[in-house]
């Protein structure tokens, strides 16, 4: 039995559950309304405050679902519950990072600044100029955010200017010796 699979999910208070026909999933709280479809293989069943996921069968099909079908429900209740973030810093001479309305706008070494704006339901925060902080309800969209402003500049090995995840450590090489004769 998976060991995440079978673990029971807790409902709070201010989260709403709604399980349709063919395994769609409509959670409502107080950030928003995520939906998902999972597979109908799966059996997902609620009681009170309580949903639980199981499997028909042992199939290896089935037990690679189970806990990925829990941990996705768990992650959408979470999400509205209490969100979601991801921490990332600017390093470098000039790197900075400001916010422009809602829009994201970074000087990084290149000749123009770079600007993005965030998907439907993320917000960013930019508490410092070498400090950026990425919100929302759905772990998906704000990690796939964060990848892609991490994308822009990632961290380069040498002298580790670039933006890098709050918690990532880059491990910096030794650079070139002098020519020997």
């Known amino acids: 039995m998976s060991r995440i699979g079978r673990l029971a999910i807790t409902v709070p208070a201010n989260v709403n559950v709604e399980i349709a026909e063919n395994n769609v999933v409509t ?65 470098g001479v000039g790197y900075r990072a400001q916010m422009e309305g809602k829009k994201l706008v970074m000087n990084l070494g290149y000749s123009h600044p770079v600007t993005m704006d965030p998907p439907a339901g993320v917000e960013i925060e930019v508490p ?18 964060a990848a892609e402003v991490r994308g822009k500049r990632p961290p380069e090995p040498y002298k580790g200017k670039g933006i890098k995840y709050a918690s990532e450590v880059v491990r910096h090489k030794e650079g070139k010796t002098g020519a020997k004769k």
Request: charged share 25%.
């Open 128 to 145: 410092a100029p070498n400090k950026i902080i990425i919100k929302g309800y759905d772990k998906q969209a704000v990690g796939q955010f």
């Open 27 to 91: 959670v409502k709280g107080a950030k928003g309304t995520l939906t998902q479809t999972f597979n109908p293989k799966m059996i997902i069943e609620k009681d009170g405050a309580k949903i639980t996921v199981s499997r028909p069968d042992d199939s290896h099909e089935c037990k690679s679902l189970h806990g990925l079908t829990r941990t996705l429900l768990n992650n959408m209740i979470v999400g509205l519950d209490k969100g979601f973030s991801k921490e990332l810093e600017v390093n």
